[in-house]
Nanobody, 121 residues
Framework: QVQLVESGGGLAQPGGSLRLSCTAS????????LNWYRQAPGKQRELVAS???????VYADSVKGRFTIFRSGDNKAGYLQMDSLRPEDTAVYYC???????????????WGQGTQVTVSS
């Protein structure tokens, strides 16, 4: 069974940094495209950043130049480096990935459990 396990959230001061991790657990798993979403209280979930298997990245305008998405070489984990954090970055952050399992021809979508990021002085 595949799970995406997130870690790295917490409290940061404005201007500070946090790094989120998303690791796929299970046998013979391989992440294809990895996405990070966030949802602030009272707001819709929004896409923050994506990275494809070849390493093509996309960012929301609100985080360009501040956040960096990257992935491990074994395609079992992805990361979101968040710098120059602002109070408006406060949200629950979720990773979502389509994951190949074993010899499956097509990947299946999985979500992480979410991790709280709070930016406050």
């Amino acid at each position: 069974q595949v799970q995406l396990v997130e870690s790295g959230g917490g409290l940061a001061q404005p201007g500070g940094s946090l790094r989120l991790s998303c690791t796929a657990s299970g046998t013979s798993v391989s992440i294809n495209t990895l996405n990070w979403y966030r949802q602030a209280p009272g707001k819709q979930r929004e896409l923050v950043a994506s990275i494809t298997r070849p390493g093509i990245t996309v960012y929301a305008d609100s985080v360009k130049g501040r956040f960096t998405i990257f992935r491990s070489g074994d395609n079992k984990a992805g990361y979101l480096q968040m710098d120059s954090l602002r109070p408006e970055d406060t949200a629950v952050y979720y990773c979502k990935a389509d994951v190949f399992v074993g010899r499956d021809s097509y990947p299946a979508d999985y979500w992480g459990q979410g991790t709280q990021v709070t930016v406050s002085s």
